[in-house]
């Protein structure tokens, strides 16, 4: 080439959670059934859509204005209906024009980054969901900057930590929660969300709050969005269709922007994403065309309701398998639909393994783990053994060695089965 065209942050685009299937696919290549635990997608798990919802996308598919183009900041009815439901609340108000639809929040995450100031970084929590941790990373052309959530406090944020490296590191502009959080189920408690916003307040930052799993809330506390307690600081919060109608196809999710006006850096910003918006013409209509219909029927309370139930159960009835498990720490989530766990400080190494009776596989396996994190490496051989292809943590950026499975899966036996099987597992390398 004449010229270097790689982007200065082009090594920094990784996403674990599908590249694990490449490996997963040769598996199933030589005989291996795979148990697909790695994706957050219900409907791929076998969930079923109520028929009422999919008769609201019938009807809103029937109109032809549902074919057409959409206004660059989306809907305006969708956009109406949200600020309208969020102004009900007593809590910061917003318009409908401070709403802007994307194409999936995965569109959103990237927008956001792409079009900050190259040297403005927005930390994040650790383990990082690695859609915003790569977007971030690789819009500095650096390292993502994370602080950390403490598996021995039931993943609850180190605001020392926290405050610390945004005392000391003046590039940071904003921070980023992910409430409830992805990969470790945890929902920031209000006391916690207070903490932040009182360093966001100190150091004059804006706040992103991706609240895809908003709805899907089943601990002890409450979920509190942070536009509820935001006060005066700029903040982002990040919605979608993917996991709670679940539409994960449909790829729609929005940004609500609240405090745009108090800080005119800021509204310049929020400026700036709405003219990439424009540059893209906007977002898929038919999504934000059903969305008022579905958010407004009596049913979808109840529907979201017994969903986070289901996964409520399978959490109570992971934690009961995996709570006194010696080697690993495996705090409950309260919230969103995955299941993290931590292996004790020290406790891995290269030299262990899993049985693996097909010669062929095991000769596979061997080569293949050469050189791997040593939480991908058991991902490796648990999946050679059992066929449960999970997620290792540090494909969250994480320094902690564990995995993330999944409480998709709707059939109780099946997930016990699956449970059971990661402690085997678990048990077998950690004394092999
Ligand atoms: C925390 C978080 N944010 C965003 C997304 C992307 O969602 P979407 O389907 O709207 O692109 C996911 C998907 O798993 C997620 O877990």
Redesign the pocket.
Request: aromatic share 10%; hydrophobic share 40%.
């Given at each position: 080439m004449r010229n270097n065209i790689i982007h200065a942050g082009a090594d920094e685009l990784t996403y674990e959670?599908r590249e694990i299937v490449e490996f997963g696919e040769k598996l199933r290549a030589m005989g291996v059934p795979i148990v697909w635990e790695n994706?957050?997608?219900p409907v791929a798990k076998g969930h079923l859509v109520p028929e009422w919802i999919k008769d609201a996308v019938r009807e809103t598919v029937a109109d032809d204005k549902s074919f057409g183009y959409s206004p660059t900041k989306g809907v305006l009815e969708a956009r109406e209906f949200i600020s309208k439901m969020r102004n009900g609340t007593g809590a910061v108000p917003i318009a409908s024009d401070d709403i802007l639809f994307?194409?999936?929040?995965?569109?959103?995450?990237s927008i956001i980054y792409t079009y900050l100031n190259r040297g403005a970084r927005v930390i994040g929590p650790n383990p990082a969901?690695p859609?915003?941790s790569s977007a971030e990373a690789a819009h500095a052309g650096l390292h993502h900057l994370s602080y950390n959530l403490n598996p021995h406090r039931n993943w609850l944020p180190d605001l020392d930590d926290l405050r610390n490296k945004v005392k000391y590191n003046p590039s940071i502009s904003g921070i980023l929660i992910?409430n409830p959080?992805?990969p470790t189920g945890m929902v920031y408690p209000k006391k916690v969300l207070e903490e932040i916003i009182a360093i966001a307040n100190e150091y004059d930052l804006f706040l992103i709050s991706?609240e895809?799993?908003a709805n899907i809330v089943y601990g002890d506390a409450p979920m509190v969005s942070l536009y509820e307690v935001a006060g005066n600081v700029p903040t982002i919060v990040?919605r979608?269709?993917?996991?709670e109608i679940p539409w994960?196809g449909s790829?729609?999710?929005w940004i609500e922007v609240y405090n745009r006006e108090r800080d005119p850096v800021f509204a310049r910003y929020v400026k700036t994403l709405v003219d990439a918006k424009m540059l893209e013409v906007c977002s898929t209509t038919l999504p934000q065309r059903v969305l008022p219909k579905i958010f407004s029927d009596t049913r979808y309370h109840d529907h979201l309701r017994n969903q986070s139930l289901q996964y409520k159960h399978r959490a109570d009835a992971a934690y009961a398998i995996l709570r006194d498990m010696p080697g690993v720490l495996a705090p409950k989530p309260a919230g969103?639909f995955y299941y993290s766990v931590v292996f004790d400080d020290c406790i891995l190494s290269n030299r262990q393994t899993l049985a693996i009776a097909d010669k062929k596989i095991a000769l596979f396996i061997e080569g293949a783990v050469a050189g791997l994190p040593l939480d991908k490496r058991f991902v490796y051989y648990l999946m050679a053994s059992s066929g449960i292809c999970v997620v290792p943590l540090s494909g969250f950026n994480s320094e902690l060695a564990g995995f993330r499975f999944t409480l998709l899966e709707p059939d109780d036996a099946i997930f016990e089965h699956t449970v059971r099987t990661l402690m085997e597992k678990i048990k077998e390398y950690l004394h092999s």
């Amino acid at each position: 080439m004449r010229n270097n065209i790689i982007h200065a942050g082009a090594d920094e685009l990784t996403y674990e959670i599908r590249e694990i299937v490449e490996f997963g696919e040769k598996l199933r290549a030589m005989g291996v059934p795979i148990v697909w635990e790695n994706i957050g997608d219900p409907v791929a798990k076998g969930h079923l859509v109520p028929e009422w919802i999919k008769d609201a996308v019938r009807e809103t598919v029937a109109d032809d204005k549902s074919f057409g183009y959409s206004p660059t900041k989306g809907v305006l009815e969708a956009r109406e209906f949200i600020s309208k439901m969020r102004n009900g609340t007593g809590a910061v108000p917003i318009a409908s024009d401070d709403i802007l639809f994307f194409n999936g929040l995965g569109d959103a995450i990237s927008i956001i980054y792409t079009y900050l100031n190259r040297g403005a970084r927005v930390i994040g929590p650790n383990p990082a969901y690695p859609t915003h941790s790569s977007a971030e990373a690789a819009h500095a052309g650096l390292h993502h900057l994370s602080y950390n959530l403490n598996p021995h406090r039931n993943w609850l944020p180190d605001l020392d930590d926290l405050r610390n490296k945004v005392k000391y590191n003046p590039s940071i502009s904003g921070i980023l929660i992910i409430n409830p959080d992805n990969p470790t189920g945890m929902v920031y408690p209000k006391k916690v969300l207070e903490e932040i916003i009182a360093i966001a307040n100190e150091y004059d930052l804006f706040l992103i709050s991706d609240e895809i799993y908003a709805n899907i809330v089943y601990g002890d506390a409450p979920m509190v969005s942070l536009y509820e307690v935001a006060g005066n600081v700029p903040t982002i919060v990040m919605r979608g269709l993917s996991k709670e109608i679940p539409w994960p196809g449909s790829r729609c999710g929005w940004i609500e922007v609240y405090n745009r006006e108090r800080d005119p850096v800021f509204a310049r910003y929020v400026k700036t994403l709405v003219d990439a918006k424009m540059l893209e013409v906007c977002s898929t209509t038919l999504p934000q065309r059903v969305l008022p219909k579905i958010f407004s029927d009596t049913r979808y309370h109840d529907h979201l309701r017994n969903q986070s139930l289901q996964y409520k159960h399978r959490a109570d009835a992971a934690y009961a398998i995996l709570r006194d498990m010696p080697g690993v720490l495996a705090p409950k989530p309260a919230g969103a639909f995955y299941y993290s766990v931590v292996f004790d400080d020290c406790i891995l190494s290269n030299r262990q393994t899993l049985a693996i009776a097909d010669k062929k596989i095991a000769l596979f396996i061997e080569g293949a783990v050469a050189g791997l994190p040593l939480d991908k490496r058991f991902v490796y051989y648990l999946m050679a053994s059992s066929g449960i292809c999970v997620v290792p943590l540090s494909g969250f950026n994480s320094e902690l060695a564990g995995f993330r499975f999944t409480l998709l899966e709707p059939d109780d036996a099946i997930f016990e089965h699956t449970v059971r099987t990661l402690m085997e597992k678990i048990k077998e390398y950690l004394h092999s």
